[in-house]
């Protein structure tokens, strides 16, 4: 099976949807599939890749978000038509759902993944009521519903806005990879009490991650007397006023690191993780400090608390409860060895086989 993905909202400091692509299309060709990858591009390029033919195309920059989008319908219509998959999987519901009635045309199967809650992001990014931002939403997703065959959620927080309207979602949730990401430090040794609390946010500094929650973490950290000291990996539009934010606190901004296994070893010399994205549909960062041992408080919103469960922390969005979540992951005996158990939970085959079920699914119930 030749499995055709596309995706708009992928850039060279993106995190999980790009992770998610590549994992995945390693994991497809290992099965003996063939797999390709349309993605933005300042131009044209053609690469082979581990994860198949990636194909970058002129696509147009969307200011003050740090991602450009392929808007010529046109042009992307004849690369695929040129590139003649087997199957199509598209990871955006909105600027390229165009692409699933193109694939039903064709008589080739389609799934559509989706990486973000519409409900949320209109809720939190528009000014409509909460009521007409749930009907946007259900409109939205009925629309992909129709035009895609199958619909794919990373988890179950996710799912519940496609089956509030009747229409089933397959939970696939993503991995990790356990080998880069491992622990540093003994993880039966508890935390040292005269040494300064190390703290990591982990994430894209974006309006929907919520950063300044961890920002405002620290401050009341230090406000009840502790010695804190927060690494924030990560880059996005806030970053600039988040660094004013955090002036006086003990917080430092780290440059963005392209090695993963570096990156690996730098999180997992922290003693806690902060994740307070509320509209995370899965949250890869999370998982993948997890993975490093570092337990991880996370906010009750959204699917974290799915992510994270034994290993970890779930307060509610306020700088006082994730302070809280802070000080009791330090108290709890075997925190480290508790989120790495939990990581190993998720694992990037088992995710793929997944996919790859839904494909053949798919591809089944066309040819009866």
């Known amino acids: 099976m030749h499995i055709l993905r596309v995706a708009n909202f992928v850039s060279p400091t993106s995190g999980g949807i790009k992770t998610a692509l590549r994992a995945w299309g390693e994991h497809y060709q290992a099965r ?28 147009t920059p969307i200011p003050g978000a740090g991602y450009s989008l392929m808007f ?48 949320g992001i ?9 009521l007409a931002s749930q009907l946007s939403a259900n409109l939205i997703n009925h629309r992909s519903a129709v035009d895609y065959d199958a619909i794919v959620t990373p988890s179950r927080f996710s799912a519940e806005e496609f089956e509030r309207i009747g229409v089933r979602a397959h939970v696939v949730p993503l991995g990790v990879d356990l080998e880069t990401f491992r622990p540093s430090r003994d993880l039966d040794a508890a935390p040292d009490p005269s040494r300064r609390i190390e703290l990591v946010h982990c994430g894209r500094l974006s309006p929907e991650k919520r950063p300044a929650l961890s ?95 034994d290993g970890g922390h779930v307060a509610a969005s306020t700088p006082a409860a994730f302070a809280d979540g ?8 075997g925190a480290r060895r508790r989120a790495r158990d939990q990581a190993e939970l998720f694992n990037w085959q088992t995710s793929a086989e997944r996919m790859l079920a839904i494909h053949e699914s798919v591809r089944h119930s066309r040819s009866t």
Do not use: K
């Open 32 to 59: 003996g599939h063939r797999a390709s990858l349309i993605i933005p591009g300042p131009g044209q390029e053609i690469t082979e890749e581990s994860q198949g033919m990636v194909y970058r195309v002129p696509a």
């Open 72 to 119: 010529n319908r046109t042009g992307l219509s004849r690369l695929m038509d040129a590139i003649g998959p087997d199957a199509l999987e598209v990871s955006d519901r909105s600027t390229t759902r165009w692409m699933g009635r193109w694939a039903r045309r064709r008589g080739i199967g389609s799934i559509m993944i989706s990486h973000e809650n519409m409900t």
């Open 122 to 130: 209109l809720v939190r990014r528009t000014l409509l009521p909460d």
């Open 215 to 309: 920002v405002e973490t620290v401050r009341e950290l230090v406000r009840r007397g502790h010695d804190v000291h927060m690494t924030v990996f990560g880059h996005g539009p806030l970053r600039a006023e988040l660094m004013e934010r955090a002036q006086n606190l003990p917080i430092v901004f780290h440059a963005y690191i392209t090695d993963r296994s570096e990156l690996a070893a730098r999180m997992g010399a922290a003693d806690v993780a902060l994740a307070p994205g509320p509209l995370e549909t899965f949250g890869l960062a999370a998982l993948e400090v997890l993975a490093c041992g570092v337990p991880t408080v996370a906010t009750d919103e959204g699917a974290l608390q799915e992510v994270v469960g």
């Open 326 to 333: 802070v000080e009791a992951l330090l108290r709890r005996p």
